[in-house]
């Protein structure tokens, strides 16, 4: 391949899971993605260039993932890479992009913090953001003090749990049951008759696609809400309301960076424009990382033009501090050393298959650890 010149397209890679179990979020991914490249590249693209959007579907298979990302920095040679919505994908994606790429990745689902790389950008909400306002709040509102943990074995359940156990027990709470099954595990009539008869006020659920529907079935038919338990969490969005019954999943309480019922004009005319371009099932939602890619792509644009070229270190320095006054849910901004973003949070309700903003947070600050590493040095691209 020869050198790229200054009239060469910029390249975004982009990897969504558009066909699997979690289809109906990355479709959304990929909508975004498009939507965000095409309203630059009308806007006159960037750098005096177009950008050209290199769109790779991950299939909710993590080896899919870790092959699409080794395609794009090998063959395409793309500027930057999105996606990825499992933790489990991020860190597939992060070997070839990341650690033997040496390319910039920005990461844009709500997930469990503590990602620390000089390469990587997160651009969704972590525990301080999502936990520490959701599980003292709820606890006050509702009086909760046990709680059942459902989980899904990975990175992310495992450090959600523990973020909910110091919280929950700082609050004179108790966990009375913790529980991890395989992704694919959908048998769950064990799991509901311990949860039921632990007597537990609040189950805080990290159960994933394709097991949550069923579960979330078996514990309505068991009656766990009616006698009065609350039902907790924190990715569930409108485009999970599509997938079960409203009455299965009425009074869920959630905390994200977007709900559909935020009406700031900028919220409202960018999912509007979304909805006329891209009708049907997919939403753009916040659960599925869809208000994530939005900020990280112009999170990622802001910072291109103010570096004034695509020298990577020149854009991380000015990712560093990115920041966009408008967005889903609000403006947000990089927090410098710890790349990941602040900003606004809301506590939400699911009644009558729709979700109800019951409090909105504010800013909030992720407060993820500054990166105690030297800055990258990564080959110079034209």
């Known amino acids: 391949m020869g050198a790229r010149t200054v009239s060469d397209p910029i390249k975004v890679g982009v990897i969504t899971d558009q066909t699997g179990p979690l289809s109906f979020m990355g479709v959304a991914n990929a909508n975004v993605a498009t939507m965000v490249i095409d309203d630059i590249n009308a ?30 920095v090998e063959e395409d ?16 994606i ?48 509702t009086g909760a003090k046990t709680f059942y943990l459902p989980s899904a074995d990975y990175i992310w359940p495992h450090v959600m749990n ?33 949860i039921m008869a632990s007597g537990a006020d609040v189950v805080f659920n990290t159960i994933v696609p394709p097991g949550l529907t069923p579960f979330l079935e078996l514990l309505y038919e068991a009656g766990f809400t009616t006698r009065g338990g609350s039902l907790v969490c ?21 905390c994200l960076d977007y709900y559909q019922e935020v009406d700031d004009p900028f919220s409202k005319e960018l999912v509007e424009r979304y909805d006329a371009r891209f009708p049907g099932d997919a939403k753009f939602t916040a659960g599925s990382a ?5 900020r990280g792509l112009k999170l990622w644009e802001a910072a291109v033009r103010e570096a004034g070229s695509l020298e ?45 903003v019951l409090e909105n947070l504010g800013l909030i600050d992720p407060k993820e650890r500054v990166l105690g590493i030297a800055e990258p040095e990564p080959a110079t691209v034209v």
Not at 102 to 121: R, V
Not at 174 to 184: A, N, Q, T
Not at 290 to 294: A, T
Not at 312 to 325: D, K, M
């Open 43 to 72: 806007n006159g693209g960037l750098l005096g260039r177009q950008v050209e959007l290199h769109l790779e579907d991950s299939a909710t298979d993590d080896h899919v993932a870790e092959a699409k990302a080794a395609k794009l």
């Open 94 to 141: 992060k070997g070839p992009a990341v650690v033997e790429g040496k390319t910039l990745y920005i990461y844009p689902e709500q997930y469990e913090g503590q990602e620390s790389d000089p390469l990587i950008f997160c651009t969704g909400p972590v525990p301080a953001q999502q936990l520490e306002p959701l599980i003292p709040w709820l606890m006050q509102r």
């Open 312 to 356: 990577q270190a020149a854009v991380i320095r000015a990712l560093e501090h990115a920041r966009i006054s408008e967005g889903p849910g609000g403006p947000a901004e990089m927090v410098p050393g710890q790349h990941h973003a602040r900003m606004n949070m809301y506590i939400a309700q699911a009644h009558n298959g729709t979700f109800e």
């Open 290 to 294: 869809c208000s994530g890619m939005y």
């Open 77 to 92: 040679h793309v500027d930057v890479i999105l996606g990825g919505i499992y933790s489990s994908t991020r860190q597939a």
């Open 162 to 194: 523990g973020k909910v156990r110091e919280l929950a027990t700082a609050n004179g709470g108790d966990i009375v049951g913790e529980e991890y099954f395989p992704l694919d595990h959908t048998d769950y009539r064990e799991t509901v008759d311990r």
């Open 234 to 254: 924190t990715y569930f969005d409108e485009n999970f309301l599509n997938l079960v019954p409203a009455a299965h999943v009425e009074g869920l309480y959630g």
